[in-house]
């Protein structure tokens, strides 16, 4: 079965430092991948996406990530974070011919001063 | 203005209630999406459209029901609210070019059965 694995339930940064939101996903297929984010209040916007072009792919705000199919992982990365990072990310997987989303269960990131 | 809009963005309301959460799109895409949040869940897809004819369930569709009025509306129902529908529900567009589409999300509902 198709299905992705956030690992982390939390994530503490301090600003300015690195972040690292880890992404499993399993599949017989190949997939296509994205990260959303999630502010309070509001929806999931969408991050960045990889669909079988570049393997390292860079998005919004500083955001890049990397898909290494050996490992099956997608894990999304910022070399400095910032305050306004403070959300909560979605690791999204769908498959050729699934039609569907599915997505991971969200790893909160907080950043203090 | 918002691609995607939800209406209410709040709700309370008691068991047994029905309720109708309604989503608007100016996006023009074809495909349309609810879903349900519940913490540490993630989201859970409830039904899905993709096109006004199509309707299809997702993989919590128990208790719900939808309606795809036009192309830019798509609205969901519980006929008889619960409280373990208790829940932020984000409506969700699409293009039709593919699953490698990006959805594009409301700002969501926060619904409360009390």
């Known amino acids: 079965a198709q299905s992705v694995t956030q690992l982390d339930s939390h994530v503490s940064v301090s600003e300015g430092t690195p972040v690292l939101l880890r992404c499993n996903y399993s599949s017989s297929y190949s997939p296509s991948l994205f990260w959303y984010v999630q502010h309070p209040n509001k929806g999931l916007q969408l991050l960045l996406k990889y669909t079988s072009a570049a393997t390292l792919v860079k998005g919004i705000n500083g955001f890049e990530a990397e898909f290494k199919k050996s490992e099956t992982s997608f894990h999304l990365t910022k070399p400095s974070a910032h305050m306004s990072d403070a959300a909560e990310y979605f690791c999204?997987?769908?498959?050729?011919?699934?039609?569907?989303?599915?997505f991971g269960t969200g790893t909160r990131l907080l950043v203090s001063p | 203005d918002a691609d995607v809009t939800q209406t209410p963005r709040n709700r309370i309301t008691k068991t047994g209630k029905r309720i109708m959460l309604e989503c608007s799109q100016t996006k023009g895409h074809d495909r349309m999406y609810w879903y349900r949040q519940d913490p540490g869940l993630g989201l859970r897809l409830i039904y899905y459209s993709f096109d006004v004819k199509d309707i299809n369930k997702g993989e919590i569709s128990d208790g719900y029901s939808v309606s795809r009025q036009a192309q830019a509306k798509f609205s969901l129902s519980l006929e008889s609210a619960i409280p373990n529908q208790t829940a932020l529900y984000f409506c969700?567009?699409?293009?039709?070019?593919?699953?490698?589409?990006?959805?594009?999300f409301g700002d969501g509902t926060r619904l409360s059965i009390l």
């Open positions: 969700a567009t699409s293009d039709s070019g593919g699953t490698n589409q990006p959805q594009h």
């Open positions: 999204v997987v769908t498959f050729k011919g699934f039609q569907k989303l599915v």
